[in-house]
T-cell receptor
């Protein structure tokens, strides 16, 4: 069974204080690992897809990296508007149903 | 691109009534659509997967007679919560998958059953 564990559950940062969120995963075959951002009361917003170990993707202050066991979402010099819950999900390469397995998320709060 | 809408965004209904939620992919054709529910401070729980013109595939423990899913076209899926009860109150979110691996989510529908 696929498993995704995100840590920490919650993270408080001061504006400008860089940090990383972790996503550890267990999957029989990885088709893709996805990062989403979710604001309160809204649906998840797609951020990145990573497919193979060593791959990196960047968008503004966010950079996602991938190894064979985990992914990191690095946040450089965060701003208060980066406050949100960040969700990690994996897609197994087996089967054809494209079901995602989500972690429980990391609630990020950036204080001004 | 890859915009998904949901309607309504919020609905309050009396116990025993049925509620229909629409999910539309606005700028792409969705090979597959998914329906999730999310409880406060919890992650998304997949309810069912649907492909256009086919019967939905429900996850274990999800009552298919209670949560009716219709995927009539490549841009529209509907979820009908039949005979809703207070325990069905939740945040329902749909997602749509174009040809690739990514899923794009709608803004969600908050259902409150009195």
């Amino acid at each position: 069974e696929d498993q995704v564990t995100q840590s920490p559950e919650a993270l408080r940062l001061q504006e400008g204080e860089s940090s990383s969120l972790n996503c550890s995963y267990t999957v029989s075959g990885l088709r893709g690992l996805f990062w989403y951002r979710q604001d309160p009361g809204k649906g998840p917003e797609f951020l990145f897809t990573l497919y193979s170990a060593g791959e990196e993707k960047e968008k503004e202050r966010l950079k996602a990296t991938l190894t064979k066991k985990e992914s990191f979402l690095h946040i450089t010099a965060p701003k208060p508007e980066d406050s949100a819950t960040y969700l990690c999900a994996v897609l197994n390469s087996g089967g054809s149903n494209y079901k995602l397995t989500f972690g429980k998320g990391t609630l990020l709060t950036v204080n001004p | 691109g890859a915009v998904v809408s949901q309607h309504p965004s919020r609905v309050i209904c009396k116990s025993g009534t049925s509620v229909k939620i629409e999910c539309r992919s606005l700028d792409f054709q969705a090979t597959t659509m998914f329906w999730y529910r999310q409880f406060p401070k919890q992650s998304l729980m997949l309810m069912a997967t649907s492909n256009e013109g086919s019967k939905a595939t429900y996850e274990q423990g999800v009552e298919k007679d209670k949560f009716l899913i219709n995927h009539a076209s490549l841009t529209l899926s509907t979820l009908t919560v039949t005979s809703a009860h207070p325990e069905d109150s939740s945040f329902y979110i749909c997602s749509a998958r174009p040809l690739g691996n990514e899923q794009f989510f709608g803004p969600g529908t908050r259902l409150t059953v009195l």
